[in-house]
């Protein structure tokens, strides 16, 4: 069964650090670009980064570029997103989404997980 | 950036009635635009991409067209687990752009 499982959400005080995981499962983690999505406490989504299946290429958003960083293992079957320089604003949950086969297509976002909450406060 | 919009915002509708909601983007985006469900405190769930291709186990209700910067998602008879919040998402250039949503509740 294809799965994905954030963890390592939590509270982080404005300016702080924090990298969430999203463990994959149930298909070949390695042939997927993969995305991260947000969505703050009764807003919107909000598309946060992706990663190339190889980990070629990284795309941010600009509201988060130079701040996250998006990584993965193809061994361990985990994406990861590392947040620096934390500010309210970026309080949210964050959910990863699986994305196309290898190279852009517009057969994605089919698979999300159960996201992890951020909160970013004093 | 590609700007996504959705129209309406919100609506009220009754059991059985047809509804359709737009999304236009800024520019063009071929038809790389998925549709999402989403309702409170739950994970949002893709019913159409590609524009128009339906995600396997939605029902069939569920209708989406469009191409380039013109889309449209229709749910010919509504029922009562349909009332949600609805997202198009554009991905054909990044960064990719989510529309505000549509909330669409009972009347």
């Known amino acids: 069964q294809l799965q994905l499982v954030e963890s390592g959400g939590g509270v982080v005080q404005p300016g702080g650090s924090l990298r969430v995981s999203c463990a994959a499962s149930g298909f070949t983690f390695s042939s997927y670009g993969m995305h991260w999505v947000r969505q703050a406490p009764g807003k919107g989504l909000d598309w946060v980064a992706f990663i190339r299946y190889d980990g070629s290429n990284t795309y941010y958003a600009g509201s988060v570029k130079g701040r996250f960083t998006v990584s993965r293992d193809n061994f361990e079957n985990t994406l990861y997103l590392q947040m620096n320089s934390l500010r309210a604003e970026d309080t949210a949950v964050y959910y990863c989404?699986?994305?196309?086969?290898?190279?852009?297509?517009?057969?994605?976002?089919?698979?999300w997980g159960q996201g992890t909450m951020v909160t970013v406060s004093s | 950036d590609i700007q996504m919009t959705q129209s309406p915002s919100a609506m009220s509708a009754s059991v059985g009635d047809r509804v359709t909601i737009t999304c236009r983007a800024s520019q063009g985006i071929s038809n790389y635009l998925a549709w999402f469900q989403q309702k409170p405190g739950k994970v949002p769930k893709r019913l159409i991409y590609a524009s128009s291709s339906l995600q396997s186990g939605v029902p069939s209700r569920f209708s989406g067209s469009g191409s380039g910067t013109e889309f449209t998602l229709t749910i010919s008879s509504l029922q009562p687990e349909d009332f949600a919040t609805y997202y198009c998402l554009q991905h054909h250039s990044y960064p990719h752009t989510f529309g505000p949503g549509t909330k669409l509740e009972i009347k």
């Open positions: 989404a699986k994305g196309s086969w290898f190279g852009e297509s517009t057969d994605a976002f089919d698979i």
